[in-house]
């Protein structure tokens, strides 16, 4: 069987007499010719890589856990096959740890004047922007002896958005809606603060619906039934100073809150209401305003890809007076913060009372679940003391949250699986009792 390539010169080389191998000027020559003549032209025969023509399409966004594929064309102008490997370098993150090195790295063979398209599919670990970084392209000749290795840079960017894991509870929390909304066959019937018919008297319900002048005017009591009122304003405030930044399980606080502010987003903007966000620590972060109900929610996904926690204190004055600039009339204002004795009592409570003065207002918190489990540790000695300063931190939070409850705000206070559809259930029993 003939030998081609790189096997066929080897074999060559090795018929050489041994005395060749004498370390003569004779010897290194005669064997060192015909490679080195060999190399060069496996070198000529390599496609140029300076002339490569790159080119990117595919996906620009995709969710944190899922894959997106980023399609790279590459051009080959020259009269040579190019037979080439190509790394494909992103961002570390781009990638589960462990699968870079397999998803970046491809083979590509293009003749002349052709083009071919090779797909990286990222599958990022964080949110935000992943720019592309340059394309290595190594040419071989035919004997892939030699190679010709050069960098091209093709721009592309693609945008991890939130994984939005929540909405899985949207159907259930839209059923609820539609009880209140009065869509289903299941009518809510008592106060609100949105006038929607009239039926007859039934014993039991609250004498104060009695319509008079309806019932004088037929020969039954009829009663006025509400709905809540719809085209209300809610503020999402994302608290992005450094307690958002602490890590509960395996992401930080500020993660968990945007989870469930867009769940609260999608359900409120379904309920007909007004739906904004700020996101705030010394300054403004993101800024979504008046958007329409079939725009809120990508434009909350969008506006939320690239934050991240910042180590600083939040400015908690700042902070409401950018709320009230954002919302002048009266609102549903949802802040998204830690409640932790120091910031809460320092920062938040001396300026609760520009808000409640004029607005609704509801703080939702992120719980560490490790706490419960610490406080119901038994058997040694450790887990005694865990337990006692697991309690402890439970009762400090517990007495920051009573300290805002008699200022009249509304209390979330979840871990990060439960918290987006308590949030949920607190804005529907708000709309129930007619406080929006």
Known sequence: MALTGRAALLAALGSLPVGIWEPSWTGILAVNAPLAVACACDFALAAPVRRLSLNRSGDTSVRLGESADVTLTVTNPSRRLLRARIRDAWPPSSWLPGTEFAASRHRLTVPPGERRRLTTRLRPTRRGDRQADRVTIRSCGPLGLLTRQGTHVAPWAVRVLPPFTSRKHLPSKLARLRELDGRTSVLTRGEGTEFDSLREYVPGDDTRSIDWR???????????????????????????????????????????????????????????????????????????????????????????????????????????????????????????????????????????????????????????????????????????????????????????????????????????????????????????????
């Open 214 to 436: 309806a019932t004088a005017r037929q020969t039954t009591v009829a009663v006025r039934t509400w709905r809540p009122e719809r085209d209300r304003h809610i503020l999402l405030v994302l608290d992005t100073g450094r307690t958002s930044a602490g890590r509960v399980g395996d992401a930080p606080r500020l993660d968990a809150s945007m989870d469930a502010a867009l769940l609260l987003a999608a359900l409120a903007s379904r309920a007909g209401d007004r739906v904004d966000l700020l996101a705030y620590d010394r300054r403004v972060r993101a800024l979504v305003q008046g958007r329409t109900a079939r725009d809120v929610l990508p434009s909350l996904v969008n506006a939320m890809a690239t934050l991240e926690p910042e180590l600083v204190e939040t400015d908690a004055r700042g902070l409401a007076a950018t709320a009230i600039r954002t919302a002048p009339r009266r609102s549903l204002i949802v802040l998204l913060t830690s409640l932790d004795a120091a910031p809460v009592e320092e920062g938040l409570l001396p300026v609760l009372a520009q808000l409640t003065q004029r607005h609704t207002v509801l703080v939702a918190s992120v719980a560490d679940p490790h706490i419960a489990r610490m406080a119901t540790a038994r058997g040694t000695t450790e887990a005694v003391y865990e337990a006692a300063a697991a309690a402890r931190a439970q009762t400090e939070r517990d007495r920051t949250a009573e300290k805002l409850r008699r200022h009249g705000v509304t209390i979330v206070d979840a871990t990060p699986d439960d918290l987006a559809p308590a949030l949920a259930d607190a804005y529907l029993a708000l709309k129930a009792a007619g406080r929006l």
